[in-house]
């Protein structure tokens, strides 16, 4: 039996021993692709045996697992080019992090986690264009995050609770401090945007988990009103984009939010907030990959609404994007679904304005999410246009999320835990009904 | 017990040996495949047959304290409702199968088509013998995406738009559903239709989403349930997804309306004793199906195009049906919705034909015979205008005395009679304009035939009531909880006779040409509800401006705030 430090070095260094290693064929992209997609896999492998030897909660073990499988999609969804060779080595980079912050406590879970935010503000900085001036809120938002991390390290309650949670807001993205999120997003190059799509969700939940106790109930109320606005907001928002990283950033934005009122609301999370998160983060790098796709044949800037009729030339991608889209949109038998099913009827929850404002948000994706796949897919079929259904890689990619997904709608319980939250006096006290 | 397991998998199989295998064995799978429709139907008819005489049937693969936790609560629960339900939808969908994997032959997408036939019948078979709300939810969702897919042919562009109409209104109501059975879950604590009818008939909670507006607990879980069922079953004004929907193969257009659509009328029926709680609802029933039924009639009347009428024809019989609901006769309902469906079932599948004949020999509609206009009849016109009075008198009587149907106990079962009469004058106008015969054997023979399918229909109807409703306490309870107030309910019977009786007595005189001193503003008022309904009240407009102006608030919320967009 592993000690449980000795695991979770073990499980931090595998990613950070194959980046070191993939420098080393960094003149060669297709072997530095195949050399970073197999540390993710070891590092996929260590998790899954390493598991039993750690002591973190039970979330840190669902994310642990989460994170690799992520990574393994999201570099294989990618095509091999030079171009690509810098963020492949930082996903392993942040692999390595991200594990270490799930698996890592206190201090040194902090540091870790600080230092995610301080490399994507870096790597915000090294992109930023004149063309996109607004990214510029975005690396302030990382560092304000990074700031707020730390302080979190070094101040006394409920200072410190109050500082996770605003550098919380920043990772598991809430309006207003959203813009970080959005860049990391639309900005960053190759692979990394799909990937750190399930990376700054997953840790940011997890540092909210701690704080959001431990915050005075006034704060708490706030966040909540702040929540059901974030989420109707970039439902709005989302309804607008004409692109579609865009559009997919504020949609997750949308699901986050609900996952930041019921956790306000209830103050507490659980099994199915971890579930839902996950699987929303899944769903979100998944369709960020099947974007990929279509980039890769048709152009990094290509208009969605310039294609249509992939149906007919690319049978298994459509078949694949639309599992997807139906996960995205909160259809059964998909994770999003059953981890919404699972807030909606935690005993924290009451029926009231806010939760008819949520179902209005995850309505509307049915609107951004199917009016983006229709015109992929359905539609004119366009000869004109070049078309190549998936390769094997891709295939393989997109592949494992609609498994991972299936796999979370249908065993939430079992891989997260079983248990509901419960609910606080104040909030029983609160339910809006009477005998 | 595994018979209720394997009836949905010969389903599921059926639908992966179509799509499973090489390309050049398709034809012969398809084939083979309607083997196990056929073996689902002869399956579901021996269900019905056991579950009538041993009682239901209860499987599930979880535990039912668990149900929160759990997203996918997979049990059935097959009572005589989904036996009922069970059969007609595998009997249907063998016809459909068999005859589709003629009419499909040629089709480039042949094995997509018949596995999503086979696979919405898992789901429906799924649905109506689900075991708890979530469950039924669950495949009600997918129904949802399965029409929007099957319904519709998305490699023609313009049809993409009734797609996406089509997804947008079912998912509204996919939400009112979900937000019911939240609610039902934090009043009531379970999801498991016993328990919660139980719970729900003990429990007498109010409910208040706003200071000062309490309703109900059971009303706003059967409001918010109902208009899920509006947008399956087409109820105005969610039902311009139907119409929409034109350009798909015609057997899915038979599955859609003798199966899919009376997806409503069996969740009512399912949550009848919910339902029964709730006077409100079961009277917002009635006017929502009242109204659909009214404008659904109507508006199929001035429609120029074969699937469009029977398209509004479809909307018009989903209204009555609800509106059956509505009256508390839900058993009425069942019986009316399996009616309905082996009928336009029957016509859609030769819809096709006819549409192809007409493509083929084409030629102008048939002129109107000028000739009948010249004759007219007092005593044709006396004997129809008598016996449409005579007529419910005579049911009421025989029906009270003879079948000892308690018609003159219950609000609901008046009301039907009294479309029953409303339909047979319409019949009696129908085949006088048809033919100006004054002859009394003709009209005899025409009220002997009437009258005895009434009396058949009526009795058929107490029969199915009795089946599906052993205890007739409850059918008593529910026609109890739909009655009306005395004032409301006279006033609807004598304000429709009036009109009836008016519209009767105009229609006939002028079909034969004599003149009947109307105010102008009537012909005026006729020419205009005439273009009103040919342009379906203009209700597809108002939605495509709806969404405009939607889509412009957004925009401009998108462009005031500081945008990642720009």
Redesign the interface.
């Given at each position: 039996m592993i000690e449980a430090p000795s695991a979770s070095i073990g499980l931090v260094g595998a990613p950070f021993v194959g980046a070191l290693l993939s420098l080393a064929c960094r003149s060669k992209p297709e072997r530095l692709k195949f050399c970073v997609i197999m540390t993710a896999v070891i590092s996929g492998g260590t998790v899954v045996g390493l598991a039993g030897s750690l002591t973190g909660p039970t979330e840190g073990i669902l994310f642990s697992f989460l994170l690799p499988l992520t990574a393994v999609v999201s570099l294989m969804g990618q095509p091999v080019h030079p171009m690509h060779r810098s963020s492949s080595i930082m996903t392993l980079l942040f692999l390595g992090l991200g594990l270490g912050v799930l698996t890592q406590g206190g201090l040194a879970g902090k540091i870790l986690t600080a230092a995610i935010a301080a490399f994507i503000a870096v790597l915000l900085h090294r992109h930023h264009t004149q063309l996109w001036p607004?990214s510029r809120?975005g690396i302030a938002t990382y560092g304000l995050g990074a700031g707020a991390i730390l302080a979190a390290a070094f101040a006394d309650l409920p200072l410190s609770a109050i500082a996770s949670l605003l550098a919380g807001a920043v990772l598991l993205p809430l309006v207003p401090l959203h813009?970080g999120y959005?860049?990391a997003l639309?900005r960053l190059p190759g692979n990394l945007p799909s990937f750190l799509s399930v990376l700054l969700p997953v840790i940011g939940v997890h540092g909210v988990d701690a704080a959001i106790g431990a915050v005075p109930e006034g704060l708490a109320g706030v966040v909540a009103i702040l929540a059901v606005g974030s989420a109707l907001?970039s439902a709005?928002?989302a309804?607008?984009?004409?692109?579609v990283q865009?559009r997919l950033?504020y949609g997750s934005l949308s699901f986050m939010s609900i996952l930041w009122w019921f956790a306000a609301s209830a103050r507490v999370t659980g099994?199915?907030t971890d579930a839902f998160v996950g699987a929303v983060a899944l769903v979100t790098s998944g369709l960020l990959v099947s974007w990929q796709v279509v980039r890769t044949r048709f152009g990094d800037d290509v208009d969605p609404h310039s294609i249509?009729?992939l149906?007919?030339s690319m049978p298994r991608y459509a078949v694949l994007l639309s599992l997807l889209s139906?996960a995205a949109i909160g259809?059964?038998?998909f994770g999003v679904?059953?981890?919404f099913?699972?807030l909606?009827?935690?005993?924290t929850?009451?029926?009231?304005?806010a939760?008819?404002c949520i179902?209005?948000a995850?309505?509307s994706a049915?609107?951004y999410i199917?009016?983006l796949v229709?015109h992929l897919?359905?539609?004119?079929?366009r000869p004109d246009l070049p078309h190549t259904d998936l390769n094997r890689a891709e295939f393989a990619s997109l592949l494992l999320v609609v498994l991972a997904l299936l796999v979370l709608?249908?065993l939430?319980?079992r891989l997260v835990g079983?248990?509901?939250p419960t609910p606080t006096t104040s909030e029983t006290e609160s339910?809006?009904?009477?005998? | 017990m595994l018979l209720v397991l394997a009836i949905p998998l010969l389903l599921l199989s059926a639908a992966s040996l179509v799509v499973i295998g090489p390309s050049r064995s398709r034809y012969a799978r398809a084939q083979f495949a309607a083997y196990f429709v056929g073996a689902a139907f002869v399956s579901s008819a021996v269900l019905l047959i056991i579950v009538t005489t041993r009682g239901p049937m209860t499987l599930r693969l979880y535990e039912p304290d668990?149900l929160?936790?759990?997203?996918?609560p997979i049990g059935f629960h097959v009572d005589r409702l989904s036996a009922v339900m069970m059969t007609l939808i595998t009997g249907v969908s063998t016809i459909i199968y068999c005859y589709s994997t003629a009419y499909m032959y040629q089709d480039r997408y042949f094995r997509r088509y018949l596995a999503m036939i086979c696979f919405t019948d898992f789901v429906l078979l799924c649905m109506v013998s689900s075991a708890n709300l979530?469950m039924l939810f669950?495949f009600w969702?997918?129904l949802s995406?399965l029409l929007y897919l099957l319904a519709h042919n998305?490699?023609h562009?313009p049809t993409?738009e009734g797609?996406?109409k089509t997804?947008?209104l079912l998912?509204?109501a996919?939400?009112a559903f979900?937000?019911g059975i939240?609610?039902a879950?934090?009043?009531y604590e379970t999801l498991e239709f016993q328990d919660l009818f139980a719970r729900a008939n003990d429990?007498?909670?109010?409910?208040?989403?706003?200071p000062g507006w309490d309703i109900s607990?059971a009303t706003a879980i059967a409001l918010l349930l109902f208009v899920g069922a509006m947008g399956k079953s087409a109820q105005f004004p969610l039902h311009l997804w139907l119409p929409g929907s034109l350009f798909a193969p015609t057997p899915v257009h038979a599955l859609l309306h003798a199966g899919i659509i009376n997806a409503g009328g069996f969740l009512i029926n399912r949550l009848g004793p919910l339902f029964g709680l709730s006077s409100t609802t079961l009277h917002v029933a009635f006017a929502v199906g009242t109204l659909t039924a009214i404008l659904g009639a109507t508006m199929m009347l001035v429609q120029n195009d074969i699937k469009k009428t029977l398209g509004f024809s479809t909307i018009g019989q989903m209204g009555y049906m609800i509106m059956e609901c509505g009256l508390g006769a839900f058993a009425l309902a069942v019986f009316h919705l399996i009616a309905h469906g082996l009928f336009k079932a029957t016509v859609f599948l030769n819809c096709g034909n006819v549409i192809h004949k007409a493509r083929l020999e084409p030629h102008l509609p048939p002129a109107d015979h000028q000739e009948e206009e010249e004759r007219f009849s007092w005593l044709t016109w006396a004997t129809g205008f008598l016996t449409t009075l005579f007529i419910p008198l005579m049911i009421l009587l025989v029906t009270h005395g003879v079948l000892r149907i308690p018609l003159l106990e219950s609000q609901g079962s008046v009301i039907l009679l009294f479309f029953i009469w409303i339909t047979s004058s319409q019949a009696i106008l129908t085949l006088m304009r048809l033919r100006a015969v004054a002859s009394w054997k003709v009209s005899a023979a025409m009220l002997s035939i009437l009258s005895f399918i009434v009396f058949i229909y009526l009795f058929a109807v107490e029969s199915f009531t009795a089946f599906l409703y052993p205890d007739s306490a409850e059918v008593a309870f529910y026609f109890k909880a739909a009655a009306l107030p005395s004032w409301l309910f006279e006033l609807i019977v004598l304000l429709t006779t009036l009109l009836t009786g008016l519209v009767w007595s105009y229609l006939y005189l002028r079909a034969h040409g004599r003149i009947m001193r109307m105010p102008s503003w009537i012909d005026g008022l006729q020419i205009r509800l005439y273009m009103l309904f040919m342009h379906r009240l203009y209700t597809d407009e108002f939605y495509r401006k709806l969404g405009q102006s939607m889509?412009h608030t957004?925009?401009r919320?998108?462009k005031r705030?500081?945008?990642?967009?720009?």
């Amino acid at each position: 039996m592993i000690e449980a430090p000795s695991a979770s070095i073990g499980l931090v260094g595998a990613p950070f021993v194959g980046a070191l290693l993939s420098l080393a064929c960094r003149s060669k992209p297709e072997r530095l692709k195949f050399c970073v997609i197999m540390t993710a896999v070891i590092s996929g492998g260590t998790v899954v045996g390493l598991a039993g030897s750690l002591t973190g909660p039970t979330e840190g073990i669902l994310f642990s697992f989460l994170l690799p499988l992520t990574a393994v999609v999201s570099l294989m969804g990618q095509p091999v080019h030079p171009m690509h060779r810098s963020s492949s080595i930082m996903t392993l980079l942040f692999l390595g992090l991200g594990l270490g912050v799930l698996t890592q406590g206190g201090l040194a879970g902090k540091i870790l986690t600080a230092a995610i935010a301080a490399f994507i503000a870096v790597l915000l900085h090294r992109h930023h264009t004149q063309l996109w001036p607004i990214s510029r809120w975005g690396i302030a938002t990382y560092g304000l995050g990074a700031g707020a991390i730390l302080a979190a390290a070094f101040a006394d309650l409920p200072l410190s609770a109050i500082a996770s949670l605003l550098a919380g807001a920043v990772l598991l993205p809430l309006v207003p401090l959203h813009g970080g999120y959005l860049a990391a997003l639309t900005r960053l190059p190759g692979n990394l945007p799909s990937f750190l799509s399930v990376l700054l969700p997953v840790i940011g939940v997890h540092g909210v988990d701690a704080a959001i106790g431990a915050v005075p109930e006034g704060l708490a109320g706030v966040v909540a009103i702040l929540a059901v606005g974030s989420a109707l907001y970039s439902a709005i928002k989302a309804l607008a984009q004409s692109r579609v990283q865009l559009r997919l950033a504020y949609g997750s934005l949308s699901f986050m939010s609900i996952l930041w009122w019921f956790a306000a609301s209830a103050r507490v999370t659980g099994p199915s907030t971890d579930a839902f998160v996950g699987a929303v983060a899944l769903v979100t790098s998944g369709l960020l990959v099947s974007w990929q796709v279509v980039r890769t044949r048709f152009g990094d800037d290509v208009d969605p609404h310039s294609i249509s009729g992939l149906a007919a030339s690319m049978p298994r991608y459509a078949v694949l994007l639309s599992l997807l889209s139906l996960a995205a949109i909160g259809l059964p038998p998909f994770g999003v679904f059953a981890g919404f099913i699972g807030l909606l009827l935690a005993p924290t929850v009451s029926f009231s304005i806010a939760l008819l404002c949520i179902l209005l948000a995850w309505l509307s994706a049915s609107w951004y999410i199917l009016d983006l796949v229709q015109h992929l897919l359905f539609g004119t079929h366009r000869p004109d246009l070049p078309h190549t259904d998936l390769n094997r890689a891709e295939f393989a990619s997109l592949l494992l999320v609609v498994l991972a997904l299936l796999v979370l709608g249908i065993l939430p319980a079992r891989l997260v835990g079983s248990g509901v939250p419960t609910p606080t006096t104040s909030e029983t006290e609160s339910f809006a009904w009477k005998k | 017990m595994l018979l209720v397991l394997a009836i949905p998998l010969l389903l599921l199989s059926a639908a992966s040996l179509v799509v499973i295998g090489p390309s050049r064995s398709r034809y012969a799978r398809a084939q083979f495949a309607a083997y196990f429709v056929g073996a689902a139907f002869v399956s579901s008819a021996v269900l019905l047959i056991i579950v009538t005489t041993r009682g239901p049937m209860t499987l599930r693969l979880y535990e039912p304290d668990s149900l929160g936790s759990l997203a996918f609560p997979i049990g059935f629960h097959v009572d005589r409702l989904s036996a009922v339900m069970m059969t007609l939808i595998t009997g249907v969908s063998t016809i459909i199968y068999c005859y589709s994997t003629a009419y499909m032959y040629q089709d480039r997408y042949f094995r997509r088509y018949l596995a999503m036939i086979c696979f919405t019948d898992f789901v429906l078979l799924c649905m109506v013998s689900s075991a708890n709300l979530m469950m039924l939810f669950l495949f009600w969702q997918l129904l949802s995406y399965l029409l929007y897919l099957l319904a519709h042919n998305h490699g023609h562009a313009p049809t993409l738009e009734g797609a996406f109409k089509t997804f947008t209104l079912l998912r509204v109501a996919d939400a009112a559903f979900l937000a019911g059975i939240v609610l039902a879950y934090h009043l009531y604590e379970t999801l498991e239709f016993q328990d919660l009818f139980a719970r729900a008939n003990d429990r007498q909670i109010t409910f208040s989403l706003w200071p000062g507006w309490d309703i109900s607990g059971a009303t706003a879980i059967a409001l918010l349930l109902f208009v899920g069922a509006m947008g399956k079953s087409a109820q105005f004004p969610l039902h311009l997804w139907l119409p929409g929907s034109l350009f798909a193969p015609t057997p899915v257009h038979a599955l859609l309306h003798a199966g899919i659509i009376n997806a409503g009328g069996f969740l009512i029926n399912r949550l009848g004793p919910l339902f029964g709680l709730s006077s409100t609802t079961l009277h917002v029933a009635f006017a929502v199906g009242t109204l659909t039924a009214i404008l659904g009639a109507t508006m199929m009347l001035v429609q120029n195009d074969i699937k469009k009428t029977l398209g509004f024809s479809t909307i018009g019989q989903m209204g009555y049906m609800i509106m059956e609901c509505g009256l508390g006769a839900f058993a009425l309902a069942v019986f009316h919705l399996i009616a309905h469906g082996l009928f336009k079932a029957t016509v859609f599948l030769n819809c096709g034909n006819v549409i192809h004949k007409a493509r083929l020999e084409p030629h102008l509609p048939p002129a109107d015979h000028q000739e009948e206009e010249e004759r007219f009849s007092w005593l044709t016109w006396a004997t129809g205008f008598l016996t449409t009075l005579f007529i419910p008198l005579m049911i009421l009587l025989v029906t009270h005395g003879v079948l000892r149907i308690p018609l003159l106990e219950s609000q609901g079962s008046v009301i039907l009679l009294f479309f029953i009469w409303i339909t047979s004058s319409q019949a009696i106008l129908t085949l006088m304009r048809l033919r100006a015969v004054a002859s009394w054997k003709v009209s005899a023979a025409m009220l002997s035939i009437l009258s005895f399918i009434v009396f058949i229909y009526l009795f058929a109807v107490e029969s199915f009531t009795a089946f599906l409703y052993p205890d007739s306490a409850e059918v008593a309870f529910y026609f109890k909880a739909a009655a009306l107030p005395s004032w409301l309910f006279e006033l609807i019977v004598l304000l429709t006779t009036l009109l009836t009786g008016l519209v009767w007595s105009y229609l006939y005189l002028r079909a034969h040409g004599r003149i009947m001193r109307m105010p102008s503003w009537i012909d005026g008022l006729q020419i205009r509800l005439y273009m009103l309904f040919m342009h379906r009240l203009y209700t597809d407009e108002f939605y495509r401006k709806l969404g405009q102006s939607m889509m412009h608030t957004v925009h401009r919320v998108d462009k005031r705030t500081l945008g990642w967009s720009r």
